[in-house]
Structure formats: C-alpha cells, structure tokens
C-alpha cells in the first residue's frame, strides 16, 4: 500500500497543531522557507468592477508538479506510483493529527497563488475602495493532504478518520480569521457579528481536468485579504432577502430534489443545477457561517456529506461515459448560511455558459434519482 511514512515526513514538521501559531507567526514560517520565494506570485491583483471578482497571478503555477494525467491510453492516474507527496518531497508542515490509519496534515502551497507581506513591504491589505479595477493582494495559500495514504479518500475513508480532517480545516480556519486583526480586512463591514479579519476559502480539485495537479487526495485553502465572488454573492443576497441562500435553499427546493438528510444537514440536487450532478450540502442551522462554529456532531454530519457526494461521483461519473473529475468548495463567510457546492464536470462550457445562459443536458430530477440510486444501493 503506497503511503507516505511517518518517519519520512517527521522532521519536516514545524509544528503538529496550528492552535499553536498565530497568523503572523504562519506567515513568518512562509516567509522563512526559501523554494517558497522562489515561486512566489504577483502582488496586484485586478479587480472586475461589475461582478466583484478578483484575479491573482502567479506564472510559476504552469511549472507545477502534474503526476494526475494519464501517460499512455491503458494508464489511469491511480496506476502512477511515482507520488511526490508520498516520497516526502514536500513544503514543510504546520498541522499533522493522526488517523486509524496515517496521518493527515497541513503544509505550504509550494506555488502559491497568494503571499505574505515581506518584511520590509508596507502595503496596505484593506481594499481602497469596491470601483478599484487593482487592488493589492495579500495572505497565505495552505495544502490539506487528506491522508497519507496514497489511496485513500473521503469516499473510501472511515467517517472517523474523515470528520478528523474536516476538524483541522476549521482549526485552521479559525486561526486564520481570528489571529489576524489589523493585518487583514475586518468583515465588520459586512454586517458579520463575529468581526473577523479576512476570508479563507476552502477547496477540493478531484482530477486533472478541474485543476487537480497531484492525484494524491488534497485540499486547497487560502486565506487572504480579497474576498471571492461568490462569497460576495451570498452577501448580497442575505442583504437583499434578509435570509441566508442556505437557508432560502431549505425552504424552497423541491423535495423531490433532496438526497440524503442527516440530522443537522441536508445534501440535494438544486432546481437550478447547471451541470449533470451538481449537489448542494447545507448546514440546518443557518446561523452558522464558518467550519469552526460548527459542533462536533454537525462536523461529523458535513464529513458524511462530502464522503457521499464525492463517493455518488465515481459510479455517477462513470455512468455518463466521463472521467472521474469534480469540484468541491466551501461557501462560508458574512451572510453566508454555511453550505458547500459539489461540481462535477459532466459537461464542457460553451459560448452560452460564459454570456451566464447555461444549457444542462439532463434535469435535475432525473439526476437525483440516479445519485439517490447510488447512495442507497
């Protein structure tokens, strides 16, 4: 069984439990750990005035690593033993608890899309204004590695070991938002009770046809100074509806359209699904913005519905004649109702999807009752 070892990754680690540093302190560590400079991104990122959408650079993501493509027509990604991650030749690490079986841990992007301010720099993270077309970006990009077994993922992993790793993203969340006030933007402004400073965005490329550069199971998280469209868009619609998209969602779905429910969540297929398979997985209690106010028990129901939705994709994917490749991103933040998108590529875009017109080959109810088939069989 492929894995990385213990002893192997032990002496790259900093620390074993991020509670431990504040933000300053993470970004000191970024900073310190040369290979990281070396490919380190653009500082100005722009700035779409009509959709509130930011973009950062960085040329030296094309240089990345690709181990999850296949090298011949009989090779599958999961066939390639050659795994950077399992022979240890990684950033250094900031988190690491361990599972029934491994270990899982938190580490640096080694090609950022984000970056600390340098010592010596005196830029100013808070946005000057929403009508800027530039703006100055700044924070930290992390790595999850879901578990150091090179096969294991959310829908072949014990929901122990799973609801262990969700546990660390909202640790690390938490850290993040709540150590770094004056060196991030307050979301004060955004009518966010808890006054936070900054946003972190929480993401999964299963495949490399949607990003997925290392076929060893990760995570994405950056935590920066700009907030991300679609944070923005569940602010302005809790601004506009007074309720929460979450929980407008609960309300309003058909029942046809629901998946599965667990007792403090809900995983359906929306009415308004744009591409074959996409799910929606929703926190009941709609108060709750971030992954870390969330309870244990209410962790542990979230790690079931990304273990069921990821695990509905590999029969539903392959039923459709498609490789296996999703999309997983976490929807929290001001006004947010915690709730997490599930996005499969079943289907290419074309011209339409890009004017905002999106043309889906199958319903929405004819695809829940097929993933609803999977789960249940």
């Not at 040369?34 to 094309?62: C, D, F, I, M, S």
Request: proline share 6%; aromatic share 10%.
């Amino acid at each position: 069984m492929q894995s990385l070892k213990y002893d192997i990754i032990q002496p790259l680690v900093d620390e074993h439990n991020i509670e431990k540093l504040t933000y300053s302190e993470i970004a000191a560590l970024f900073l310190k750990e040369e290979n990281l400079a070396q490919n380190k991104p653009h500082r100005l990122a722009g700035w779409n005035p009509r959709t509130h959408e930011p973009v950062v650079y960085n040329a030296a993501r094309q240089h990345r690593p690709f181990d999850n493509r296949k090298k011949s027509s009989n090779e599958t990604p999961e066939k390639i033993s050659n795994c950077v991650i399992c022979k240890g030749n990684t950033t250094r690490v900031l988190d690491l608890a361990h599972l029934s079986q491994g270990f899982t841990f938190i580490n640096k992007n080694l090609f950022p899309a984000i970056w600390p301010m340098d010592r010596d720099e005196h830029t100013d993270p808070a946005p000057t204004s929403e009508k800027d077309d530039t703006r100055n970006a700044v924070g930290l990009h992390f790595l999850q590695w879901t578990s150091s077994i090179h096969d294991h993922d959310w829908h072949n992993m014990p929901i122990g070991d799973t609801s262990i790793v969700m546990n660390r993203l909202a640790v690390l969340e938490k850290q993040l938002l709540t150590t770094s006030t004056g060196q991030m933007p307050s979301t004060a402004g955004y009518g966010d009770p808890a006054n936070y400073a900054g946003y972190v965005s929480i993401i999964k490329n299963g495949g490399a046809q949607v990003g997925g550069s290392i076929a060893h199971s990760h995570q994405q998280v950056i935590f920066s100074n700009l907030m991300p469209r679609r944070i923005y868009e569940n602010w302005k619609f809790f601004q506009g509806a007074g309720i929460s998209f979450s929980e407008h969602m609960q309300h309003t779905n058909p029942a046809e359209l629901l998946i599965r429910e667990y007792p403090t969540a809900v995983l359906l297929v929306p009415a308004f699904m744009r591409r074959p398979g996409d799910m929606l997985l929703l926190v009941k209690d709609s108060r709750k913005r971030y992954l870390h106010q969330l309870s244990a028990e209410e962790l542990q129901d979230v790690s079931r519905g990304w273990s069921d939705a990821i695990a509905a994709f590999h029969e539903f994917m392959p039923a459709l004649n498609r490789p296996i490749a999703f999309n997983a991103i976490t929807l929290n933040g001001p006004g947010a109702g915690l709730h997490f998108a599930f996005l499969p590529f079943t289907q290419e875009t074309g011209g339409f999807e890009h004017m905002g017109l999106f043309v889906s080959q199958m319903d929405p109810y004819e695809v829940a009752g097929m993933i609803g088939d999977i789960l249940n069989e």
